[in-house]
């Protein structure tokens, strides 16, 4: 997984124009998901079997990857309502 002090602080949104957020979040998303997708993957592929050490670090990244997302949906939950608030 990435470093996170590698990303943009997401807090700094509210200066940014709407399509800065998106390009932001594109940014943001982007990872993790691919991490999920190739780590779903390879946990079922029936052609590659996995260790129970594998499991375990799989299980972790794949855990990362859902922190990852859940801060970045929190703060553009903020950032949307602090839009509505104008």
Do not use: C
């Not at 998106?22 to 079922?44: A, F, N, W």
């Not at 990244?61 to 703060?75: D, E, G, K, N, P």
């Amino acid at each position: 997984m990435s470093d996170p002090s590698t990303r943009p602080d997401l807090q700094q949104w509210d200066n940014l124009r709407p399509e800065q957020v998106i390009d932001s979040l594109i940014y943001e998303i982007y990872h993790p998901v691919s991490l999920l997708g190739s780590q779903l993957k390879r946990l079922t592929d029936d052609e590659d079997p996995i260790s129970e050490d594998d499991y375990e670090a799989i299980f972790e990244q794949m855990h990362q990857a859902v922190r990852q997302l859940s801060r970045t949906v929190v703060h553009l939950k903020r950032y949307s309502d602090g839009l509505k608030r104008g």
